[in-house]
């Protein structure tokens, strides 16, 4: 009896050193396939599904877990955990505890526990919990020696995901050419703002495609999805709500236009009295104004909240032409990023996109960046992790080369439009052609100006509403610009026109010489004086000239009307530049805008 005590010992202490260096020991890749048991058995080897960091757990533990995770995905699909996680292991065995252990893995929102008894390790069984408290996901299972799991606790089926799939399956009924492929991997992501209390919302994402799905903190049966589908490639927009029993209400079809990525801008009001209520200026100044529209209520309130706020932010979404709104183009806004300290946005992809490279002026903050070609020149700053790439958009910077961009968009970054092209590939279109200059001959329209502020200080409105940046080599017709957008005539003008510069739209006229339709003339070099009126007359004063002939006086420069009104009753000889207007409320009738004065000695 005592010979059998002994080697009953000698057993104990050989399984308790197999323990112990098996809690010593790393993970191994190459682990031996487990036999199917009479529960759910996983097939192949143990370990496809996670990589543990700096693992301490034993190898048995450690295929138990994989076990669990490769049955997890093989019945929850896309609600599991990817297969790619690195998860990060800390041992929770409370300090003391004798005869088990317990560690806890964590893999972005994913978090697994795992818990065993430190018995002969084929009497050993394995307890897994996997939970994910944004995606709502909470799963517990056990292995057994064997490999073979049991579930113990499923997944109640996901809401989120049923309306989804509702939402897909029919729009590929009911618009079958237009829809994402029924066989698409999707990433989901909680995107609901912080502090939002009383709704939910999440975003889908598989390439190109986007699907935002936003519902009220309701009961389940209560509840309605509003599901909106983007593709970002095509500018494709689907909205439809789904009601609790997968019940799909179409709220929008299928539209289609150019699709907005990442632009920039801010929305201001429709000067009183227009039409409609808001619009997105396009930054910088000049690269175009659009009306705009949320796809749903929640993304109007937001732009509602931006009107006139003086806040910039990136817009994504559709964008139509010919259509009942501001300008005739219209942006549907599927979600936007105010310009402001927080997350960056998901990267988008970016395949073939057309356009040119240009530098930035000297001492700015940002080097270059790509101008898209089409109607709206948007802008966005640009990098590459590759050195030979970097080398080649250098190379390509103010040479009009049209060029093909593959890369990955973020918005909420420091560059040009808080936006920023991570270039993987650049394919050049066409090498660089010298614009010759085009005849402007004679066309009718207004000097307008901008707001202060802005990046250009007027441009020319044709009477048929294009508009080009204006200027001119001579210093006189220069000022005589000046005067003409604060009056506000009409003028017909001739010039040349240049291309692709630096200026609103892109093009700029030299002005050569101008006539205006109201029948003015230019004033250059008059000689005469400036007489007050009477006190209690209509008018202030007005200008007399040495052939006795009076003029009202007037002039846009402040710093020009403190000089006029010195130069009042002085009696001075004085020589005056500017704009004489006809049939106008002033002295006789008529007033000159003056844009330069000199005393005549």
């Known amino acids: 009896m005592k010979n059998g005590w002994r080697i009953l010992g000698l057993l104990l202490t050989v399984t308790a050193f197999i323990l112990s260096g098996c809690r010593a020991a790393t993970p191994s890749s190459e682990t031996p396939a487990m036999p199917a048991g009479t529960a759910t058995p996983v097939g192949g080897e143990f370990g496809p599904s996670a990589t543990a960091v700096e693992a301490e757990a034993p190898a048995e533990a450690l295929a138990a877990r994989d076990a669990a995770l490769d049955l997890v995905s093989e019945r929850y699909g896309e609600q599991a955990p990817p297969s790619d996680l690195t998860w990060t292991e800390t041992r929770i065995t409370p300090e003391g505890l004798i005869g088990a252990e317990t560690y806890q893995y964590a893999a972005q ?5 795992l818990s065993y008894p430190l018995a002969a390790p084929e009497a050993v069984v394995y307890q897994v919990m996997l939970s994910n408290q944004a995606a709502g996901f909470q799963w517990e299972g056990k292995v057994d020696a064997e490999g073979v799991v049991t579930e113990v606790a499923g997944v109640p089926a996901d809401p989120l995901l049923n309306a989804r799939d509702a939402a897909l399956t029919y729009l590929r009924e009911e618009h079958g050419e237009v829809t994402p492929a029924a066989d698409l991997t999707w990433t989901r992501k909680r995107t609901t703002s912080e502090g939002l209390v009383g709704s939910e919302s999440y975003e889908y994402r598989s390439g190109h495609w986007v699907i935002t799905i936003s519902h009220p903190v309701v009961a389940p049966e209560m509840v309605v999805y509003n599901v909106v589908v983007s593709n970002q490639n095509t500018g494709l927009q689907w909205e439809g709500d789904v009601d609790a029993n997968g019940d799909v209400t179409e709220v929008r079809a299928p539209i289609s236009g150019q699709p907005v990525v990442g632009w920039y801008g801010r929305v201001l009001s429709v000067p009183e009295g227009g039409e409609f209520d808001d619009y997105l200026a396009l930054q910088p100044e000049g690269t175009g104004q659009v009306g705009l529209t949320g796809v749903d209520s929640a993304v109007e309130a937001e732009i509602e909240t931006l009107r006139d706020s ?3 932010a990136n817009f994504w979404g559709t964008l139509t032409s010919d259509a009942p709104d501001f300008t005739g183009y219209q942006l549907v806004v599927t979600r936007l990023r105010v310009d402001e300290p927080g997350p960056a946005s998901e990267p988008d992809p970016i395949e073939a996109w057309e356009g040119t490279i240009s530098s930035t002026p000297e001492n700015a903050q940002y080097d270059d960046y790509f101008v898209l070609a089409g109607d709206f020149p948007v802008r966005y700053g640009l990098d590459s992790s590759d050195p030979a ?3 080649q958009l250098q190379g390509l910077r103010d040479t009009d080369s049209i060029v093909h961009l593959w890369g990955r968009l973020t918005c909420g970054v420091p560059d040009v439009n808080a936006a920023q092209i991570s270039v993987i590939a650049v394919a050049i279109v066409s090498e660089p052609t010298v614009p010759s200059p085009t005849s402007v001959d004679g066309w009718l329209g207004t000097i307008v100006p901008l707001g202060a502020g802005a990046e250009f200080d007027d441009y020319f409105v044709r009477d048929d ?8 080599a001579d210093e006189d017709l220069q000022n005589r610009i000046a005067t003409l957008r604060t009056v506000g005539s009409r003028v017909r003008i001739w010039g040349t026109l240049k291309l692709d510069v630096s200026d609103v739209e892109g093009r700029q006229i030299q002005l050569e010489r101008y006539e205006l339709e109201s029948g003015s003339e230019p004033v250059v070099a008059w ?5 007050q009126f ?3 007359a209509q008018y202030d004063d007005y200008f007399e000239r040495e052939d006795g002939q009076r003029y009202g006086i007037e002039t846009p420069d402040p710093k020009l009307t403190r000089r006029l009104e ?7 000889r004085v020589k005056i530049w500017g704009e004489l207007l006809s049939d106008v409320p002033d002295a006789e009738g008529r007033q000159i805008q003056v844009t ?3 005393v005549v000695e």
Request: proline share 3%.
């Open 109 to 113: 929102d994913w978090v697994l526990t």
């Open 310 to 312: 003086g806040k910039y």
């Open 389 to 391: 790439l970097v080398s």
């Open 465 to 472: 509403g294009a508009r080009y940046g204006i200027d001119s």
């Open 527 to 531: 000689v005469g004086t400036i007489v």
């Open 534 to 536: 009477e006190p209690g």
């Open 566 to 572: 010195m130069l009042r009753d002085e009696g001075a």
């Open 596 to 598: 330069e004065i000199e």
